[in-house]
Structure formats: C-alpha cells, structure tokens
C-alpha cells in the first residue's frame, strides 16, 4: 500500500509518501513562517496564497524523492479538516484533481487522526490507547479503542496548549510562534513563580489555559507597574511548569480510568522538552507505554495525513468528490 498524503490546513504546504502505514518514503514540508512572522501570526489570505503556488511543486518533490510516480499509489489521503477554510481547500482541490486524473481512491483524514498517526512512523500503535492531543488550537484527551476510532474523553474549554505558549510568549516579547521560544529559556531556569493550575472539577479530564495566561500577564503587568524587573526564563520556565504538570497528571487520569496501557503524545506541543522528559517519566513510573513522534513529525506535516489515511483506505473509507474542506470538522463523528 503506497499512499500520497497533503497537508494544507494552516501554514505548512507539505506532501509525503507513506507505504504500508508506516514506511516513509518521503516528508517534504514547506514553511510559511517566514511569511507570517512579521504579522506575528497566520494571516489566512496570505496563507492559501502561497498553499495554491507551492503545492504542485511540493506533490512532485515527494513523489521524486519517494522514487515513485502516480501509478504506483493506491490512494491519496488529504487533510479535510479542521483549519483554515481557504488554505484547506487548496489540498483538497490538489487531491481531488489526482483522484479524478488517476482514478485514485479519495480519503479525507481529520488534522488531529493525522497528529495522533505521527507516532506510528517510529513505532507502532497498539490499541487501546489515550492519546493526548495538544497542538495550536487543540488541547483533547481522545481514547482509540482501535484504527480511526476516536472518543473523547476531555478537551480544552478556552485557550489549546499551544495558542496559550505562543500568547505567554507574545507577552514576553518573543518572536512568533512562540512554544518553542518558551521551551528553549524555560531550559535556563526554575519554575520559582507560583502560577495556578487549573484542575476544574475533581473528575473532570477538561483544561483551561486562559486563567494561567491571564496569571502571567497580570504579573507582568504588576511588576512593570511596581518598576521591578523580571527574568523572563523564570516566567518561561513557571508558565511551563503549569502547563506540563496539569497535562501530565489529566493524562494519566484518563489512562487510568480506560485501563489502557498505552499512551500517544501528539501535536505541535509534543516538541516541548519539559512536556515529552515529564510525561515519559511518569509512564515509565506507572508501567505505562508511551509513543511520542521525533521533533520533525510533532509539527504539522504530510507523513502522519498518509499514515492515517492508509488506514481508513484499507477500511475502505472513501470520499466521493462532493467532499468538501471542514474548518470545524469534528474527530467523533
Ligand atoms: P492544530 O493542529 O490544532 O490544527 P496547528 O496545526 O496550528 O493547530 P501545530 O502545527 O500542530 O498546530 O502546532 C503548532 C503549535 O505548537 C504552536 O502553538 C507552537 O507554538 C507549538 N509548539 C511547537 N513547538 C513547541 C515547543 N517546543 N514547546 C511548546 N509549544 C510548541
Ligand atoms: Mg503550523
Ligand atoms: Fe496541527
């Protein structure tokens, strides 16, 4: 089974092909961040702009580098959604015209299935399993009972994970995106500033971040009032701190209410050093197994699109060509 994956759904124009679920033969991601960075985020028009001139490029570079050509795939898979609603569509349009051109199956796969399915090119899944998603605007604790099967179990009620990293960072005036800023000076100091947790209710496996965004900026705020300086590898590393120690604990909360013994860390959060050293040494604590996918597959790519669309392929879960870009698509149907 070889399969093209695209990825358009925010600002990475990528292309990648996957045989047998999980051999890559190719991962080609082109970035946009330069682009946006001076408007200190994703501009949505600018986005799909530079998607619609890359994106064939991007295809026959992965299919070159692959070493194979479109007669040799058996699907193509595509991120459906959620996202951007212009810069989806230009990925569904590239697959749409393959599919139609080649007579290849069609599989639209959801962003975060395609997140999870990031682990599965180092090692394989085994099911059941509780995947904790954190990404830009994601922050979810999913369990799979098998192959693109997903229930939820919690999810953020405000800011995701990573919207709350690259806010945190903005106050501190770090360049855009921020998450990997505030892991890099969080690595310089010690979480010494208290800032809140925020558990919710004694059984709940939901989140909130914006209470502790709020905390950080308030501080900062304070201190500039009261003329004090700060370090700000200590609000960094603080901020972190909050952040890691409320996922890890929820996240084992809801391994231990399934009763699984595996875990995924998935999305763009999963890059994070002090999240990926805390939460690996908790499982290995509690017996339990974790996969987390290497640095370059945590953020948004086509490898993890391919992987999890080799599946639903395989299930036969195709998509006819009325298939549309879901800004809002949901995991659990
Ligand atoms: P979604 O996947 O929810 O649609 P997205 O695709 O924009 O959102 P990703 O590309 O998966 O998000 O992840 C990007 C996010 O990950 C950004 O918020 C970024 O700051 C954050 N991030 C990346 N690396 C790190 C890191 N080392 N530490 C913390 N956050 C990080
Ligand atoms: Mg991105
Ligand atoms: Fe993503």
New binding site residues.
């Given amino acids: 089974t070889i399969v093209l994956g695209i990825e358009t759904?925010?600002?990475?124009t990528a292309a990648a092909v996957i045989a047998d679920g999980h051999r890559m033969l190719s991962n080609v991601i082109s970035s946009q961040m330069d682009v946006h960075r001076r408007f200190g985020g994703?501009v949505p028009e600018v986005a799909s702009r530079r998607h619609v001139e890359r994106i064939t490029d991007i295809i026959q570079e992965a299919l070159d580098q692959a070493d194979v050509t479109l007669d040799d795939l058996s699907a193509v898979a595509v991120t459906q959604g959620?996202?951007l609603v212009g810069a989806l569509l230009i990925g569904v349009s590239a697959a749409k015209a393959l599919s139609f051109s080649r007579g290849l199956p069609l599989v639209g796969v959801h962003?975060?299935a395609g997140?999870i399915y990031a682990a599965h090119l180092v090692k394989p899944l085994k099911f059941p399993l509780v995947a904790l998603?954190?990404?830009?605007?994601?922050t979810e604790l999913i369990y799979m009972p098998e192959h693109n099967r997903f229930e939820r179990l919690g999810r953020t009620r405000d800011d995701?994970?990573?919207?709350a990293?690259?806010k945190v960072?903005r106050v501190l005036g770090l360049p855009?995106?921020?998450?990997?800023?505030?892991?890099?000076l969080a690595q310089k100091a010690s979480p010494v500033i208290d800032y809140p947790r925020a558990w919710l209710e004694p059984d709940s496996l939901d989140f909130s971040f914006s209470g502790l965004k709020s905390a950080v900026i308030n501080d900062l705020h304070n201190r500039k009032q009261r003329g004090e300086s700060w370090e700000p590898a200590e609000i960094a590393a603080s901020f972190?701190a909050s952040v890691v120690e409320v996922l890890v604990e929820k996240a084992m909360r809801a391994v231990k209410k399934t009763g699984v013994s595996h875990l995924v860390l998935a999305?763009?959060?999963?890059?994070?050093?002090?999240?990926r050293q805390a939460l690996t040494a908790r499982c290995e604590q509690e017996g339990i197994e974790i996969y987390i996918p290497p640095?370059q597959l945590?953020?948004?790519n086509a490898a993890m699109i391919a992987a999890a669309g080799t599946y639903k392929y395989l299930e036969g879960r195709f998509s006819g060509f009325d298939m549309n870009a879901e800004p809002n698509m949901p995991l659990v149907e």
Avoid: W
């Fill in positions: 759904s925010c600002d990475e994703v959620p996202g962003h975060i997140h998603v954190v990404s830009g605007g994601h995701a994970a990573g919207e990293f690259d960072a855009y995106p921020g998450g990997p800023e505030i892991d890099r972190q999305g763009g959060v999963s890059a994070n050093q002090g999240l640095l945590c953020t948004d």
